[in-house]
């Protein structure tokens, strides 16, 4: 009995010894298959292929080689179905040479951000302010733990000014040295790569481009704390300071500005008048506020009218034609030439299901008759035709005023697509003086309404044009937009935060 015992005890430890060794020699195939498993995506694959906003860090992360290709491909098929006049301002031959540069150029591993710089230098070559990348879009990689420090420079020869900081951080006139160690020399070459341009406006660009420094510096790492370096006052001062959250400082309004704000001020017989954007959250409130504004005016006798359009990057052409329909006498036309490409982008396919119905109403009422028509037959056509649309609206405003005195305009880089188109007409009727630098435009008119499209691999978002407006019927007219009274501010208006357009204005 105690050696059947001992039999089954020695059998149940033979079996328990087994099943161990078993489960052990398991445990070692299921993580040699881990350990296999993980080498392509942890060992020896450096790049990623797809990149994902949450885990893609757009300085140092690369993108693999073959997928930047297939988006770069993705991206010209797009801008060949899209866009609607690729050969405006380049030749066929140099824009495909531009493509074969940027596909070789993405033969190795890169960056988002090294990928967008070629990216939108194959793009530059339309010269169309409106179909880029723009920059920003890098900072929503990890923005919930992304650290922003707002700020505005301005440059004088080789050097650049501090003009406005966030709460005042970095004062005011102070020249830049560095921003986290790194010289403003650096971000103003890589702001030139993603500045878009308008034909040949070539000094707007230049100073479009110190409004991407701000960006650029600050997409160098996502920490709160930075360091900057820094002249005030013949010291210089090394200082270590704490960014804001990245919405907080894009929410701010000191930075952004009001949507669509309008100002009106009275200065005895001279007033001046700020529009910040035709963008508005509706057109009826654009309109309404124009209407007061120019009774105002009325009402206060002003002799002469300052209308200022700095910084204004544009908008809606309806509400650029309200604008002018008060400092024209009523029955005058603005003519137009608008180029559209028919496609699933263009602005007939971006329309809600109701505008479509009320656009095909309207169209079939009026038809065959007016521009109207034109855009009806248009709506009708295979995908891919071009065609010209003429217009020539009459201005007019609700309540029939209008503004005979004398007008001046400010104008600068930032002035771009509607308001350039303004400065454009402003300057062929000869209604006044243009004070400031060239604004982002030319005398024929501007690229428009863009659509974005998102490249697969990377998620980039593109914006490409989907019409051209040509103020004249000859389409060489592509001089930019030159001030009559050119106007930079010096380092002592900096430091004194003077505004040498108004005061310009006011003395003249």
């Known amino acids: 009995m105690t050696h059947a015992i001992k039999k089954i005890n020695l059998h149940l430890i033979q079996a328990t010894c087994t099943a161990f060794l078993f489960l ?3 445990r070692k195939i299921i993580w040699y298959c881990c350990f296999v498993l993980c080498i392509p995506s942890g060992f020896t694959q450096s790049c990623k292929y797809l990149a994902f906003k949450y885990n893609t860090d757009p300085v140092r992360d690369k993108i693999c080689a073959s997928a930047l290709i297939e988006d770069l491909k993705e991206l010209k098929e797009r801008l060949y179905e899209i866009h609607p006049d690729l050969h405006r301002y380049t030749m066929a031959s140099a824009l495909d040479s531009a493509f074969l540069q940027a596909i070789d150029r993405c033969s190795t591993d890169k960056t988002l951000l090294e990928f967008t710089q070629i990216l939108n230098d194959y793009l530059q070559e339309l010269r169309d302010s409106h179909t880029f990348f723009n920059v920003r879009e890098l900072l929503s990689y990890s923005r919930f733990s992304r650290h922003y420090l707002p700020f505005m420079l301005h440059p004088i020869n080789d050097k650049v000014f ?17 921003f986290n160690k790194i010289e403003p020399r ?22 479009l481009s110190i409004n991407v420094f701000c960006g650029l510096s600050n997409l160098q790492t996502i920490k709160k704390r930075a360091e900057v370096d820094y002249v005030y006052k013949g010291d210089t001062v090394h200082k270590e300071v704490s960014r804001p959250r990245l919405r907080k400082a894009f929410n701010s309004t000191d930075f952004l500005g ?13 007033g001046v008048l700020s529009i910040s954007s035709f963008s508005p ?6 309109k309404k506020r124009m209407d007061e504004v120019f009774k105002d005016i009325e009402m206060d006798s002003i002799e002469s009218l300052a209308i200022d ?6 908008g809606y052409i309806l509400l650029q034609e309200y604008l002018m329909s008060f400092l024209v006498p009523e029955g005058i036309k603005y003519s137009n030439y608008y180029v559209y490409k028919r496609s699933n982008y263009d602005r007939f396919e971006q329309l809600s299901k109701v505008q ?11 038809y065959p008759n007016g521009a109207i028509a034109r855009e009806w037959d248009f709506y009708n056509s295979p995908k891919g035709t071009i065609d010209t649309v003429f217009n020539d609206p009459i201005l007019l405003n609700k309540n029939r005023r209008s503004f005979s005195g004398k007008c001046t305009l400010f104008i600068n880089g930032m002035s771009m697509s509607a308001s350039a188109n303004f400065a454009a007409w402003f300057a062929a009727i000869d209604r006044g003086v243009i004070v400031g630098t060239p604004a982002s435009g030319t005398y024929t008119g501007t690229f428009a309404n863009p659509v974005t499209i998102y490249l697969n691999n990377t998620a980039l978002p593109v914006m490409i044009s989907t019409m051209k407006v040509n103020a004249f019927d000859d389409p060489t007219s592509n001089k930019s937009i030159e001030p009559s009274v050119l106007l930079t501010p010096t380092i002592s208006d ?9 005061s310009y204005f006011l003395t003249h």
Do not use: C
């Open 24 to 26: 052990y020699s398991m």
């Open 162 to 178: 501090v003009v406005k900081s966030w709460k005042s951080i970095i004062p005011t006139g102070s020249e830049l040295l560095a």
């Open 186 to 207: 650096y971000f103003r070459q890589t702001a030139m790569d993603f500045t878009p341009i308008e034909a040949h406006a070539n000094h707007a660009k230049k100073e």
């Open 258 to 270: 009001e949507e669509a704000k309008i100002t009106y001020n009275n200065f005895g017989k001279k």
């Open 281 to 286: 959250t509706t057109l009826n409130s654009f």
């Open 309 to 314: 359009l700095r910084n204004n990057t544009g």
């Open 356 to 366: 479509k119905w009320r656009f095909r109403r309207t169209a079939r009422r009026y």
């Open 494 to 502: 900096i430091q004194a935060g003077k505004d040498i357009h108004l």
